[in-house]
Nanobody, 124 residues
Framework: QVELVESGGGLVQAGGSLRLSCAAS????????MGWFRQAPGKEREFVGG????????YYADSVKGRFTISRDNAKTTMYLQMDSLKPEDTAIYYC?????????????????WGQGTQVTVSS
């Protein structure tokens, strides 16, 4: 059993920054990538970015590329999402997830564990 807990969400003005954390506990897959997804009001859940288990490679959606950075600690128990130059359209509930394959994917199919989500609101 794996539990993922997100934290770090909140209110921020456009152009500001936030850093989200995702803490993992329980038995995790050694080769499992991790990813961030978000869901805005009235919209479907979308992929934000992901990181390999080792933390050596990352993959981002075009909408956040250059503004968001994903990292993972050496113990592989916490994943971070550094969000800079935030825009109102970034407003959403952000979820972290663990994949059952090595590399992150944009589709949700390989992610079998999900956190509860943390709200990010960006005001203009």
């Amino acid at each position: 059993q794996v539990e993922l807990v997100e934290s770090g969400g909140g209110l921020v003005q456009a152009g500001g920054s936030l850093r989200l954390s995702c803490a993992a506990s329980g038995r995790t897959f050694k080769s499992g990538a991790m990813g961030w997804f978000r869901q805005a009001p009235g919209k479907e859940r979308e992929f934000v970015g992901g990181i390999s288990w080792s933390g050596s490679s990352t993959y981002y959606a075009d909408s956040v590329k250059g503004r968001f950075t994903i990292s993972r600690d050496n113990a592989k128990t916490t994943m971070y999402l550094q969000m800079d130059s935030l825009k109102p359209e970034d407003t959403a509930i952000y979820y972290c997830a663990q994949s059952n394959i090595v590399v992150p994917t944009a589709g949700p199919y390989n992610y079998n564990y999900w956190g509860q989500g943390t709200q990010v609101t960006v005001s203009s």
